[in-house]
């Protein structure tokens, strides 16, 4: 089983930024067919090889995730594309 860790720096208001996180979540949904819900701050994902949650901090999103067997052969690009869309929603 293989895991992800990503902090990203964002400079957007709290709502912006949640806003943004769904749209994380919309394009990964799309992309892997996960499903997700806020906790709090965190909006915890989960979908076929795949448990994870994106962590809404003061100034930075964090997110975590473990892929399962099929998935691990792919971190580089699961990362690759969580790093794309978050850069994309968060700048």
Known sequence: MSSIDIRHAHSLPVDGARKAIEDVAAKLSERFGLQSNWV????????SGVDGAI????GQVHV???LGFLLSAM????EGE???????KLG
């Open 75 to 78: 971190k580089g690009m699961v």
């Open 40 to 47: 709090g701050d965190v909006l915890n994902f989960n979908g």
């Open 82 to 88: 969580i790093q794309r869309v978050l850069k994309e």
């Open 64 to 66: 975590t995730a473990k």
């Open 55 to 58: 962590e809404l901090q003061p």
